[in-house]
């Protein structure tokens, strides 16, 4: 896992999709600048590709610190 924060870690779900938005941004840009829709369009369709595959990550992540501190708290 990636470390993002002190406590936080970014799963490679996470990770995959800011790179989707990313590159979703970049072909918007792209897009703006050729005055290219197709481009603008296919740039918001990855970057929302991104943000799912990011939040997919992120509750990925939380169940999974969940079942850890439930594991936790039944050794004690």
Known sequence: M???GPEEDMNQDELKGKMEQLKG???QAAGDLTDD???QAEGKADEARGDVREGYGTAKRKVGEVIEDIGENLKK
């Open 2 to 4: 990636l470390q993002i």
């Open 25 to 27: 941004k970049a072909k």
């Open 37 to 39: 829709e197709s481009l």
